[in-house]
């Protein structure tokens, strides 16, 4: 099984974090080759029974300026070629416009999108459930996996979740 998963979320969720929590426990390759304005950020995670291809999608903030507006045209095209996209969420965070924006640009995609709600370490458990279903309102994802990026909790799950769909 291989396949592209798409890594989007506005700064700061913790999207870099992940991708090199996940990559740094099974190396694999890692190259930053630049295929946009922005480097795009290419991980390839080699494990027994996949090969799954992570890419960084700096673009899909709203855009400021017309440059922004040609990074969310390039972002936009990535997520037509991938399998699967990661939507990662900051549980710490209310939703904000940066969360409305790409909620927004998701319903032009039919690509099945996974919740991923991160920074588990730094909330409550009963906080869990009241934060997914709010993003589970306003969005059919396929699945939801709350994690922590930075203590490593749940990824096992992430990556099953992930396999999916390759
Ligand atoms: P990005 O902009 O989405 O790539 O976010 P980063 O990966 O750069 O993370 C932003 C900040 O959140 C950094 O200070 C990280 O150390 C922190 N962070 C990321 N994941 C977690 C997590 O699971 N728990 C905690 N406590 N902090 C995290």
Known sequence: KSGFIAVIGRPNVGKSTLINTLIGQKI??????????QNRILC??????????FLDTPGIH???HKLG????????GTLKEVDAILFVVDATEKMGPGEYYILERLQATSKPV??????????????????????ADKYPFVGVVPI????ETNLDSLLTEVKKYL
């Open 148 to 151: 922590s990026a930075k203590a």
């Open 62 to 64: 709203k855009p400021k």
């Open 28 to 37: 694999a390759i890692m190259s930053d080759k630049p295929q946009t304005t």
């Open 44 to 53: 390839i995670l080699t494990e027994p029974d996949a090969q799954i291809v």
């Open 114 to 135: 996974i919740l991923v709600v991160n920074k588990l370490d730094l909330i409550e458990k009963e906080q869990v459930l009241p934060i997914i279903s709010r993003y």
């Open 69 to 76: 507006e040609y990074m969310v045209k390039a972002a936009e």
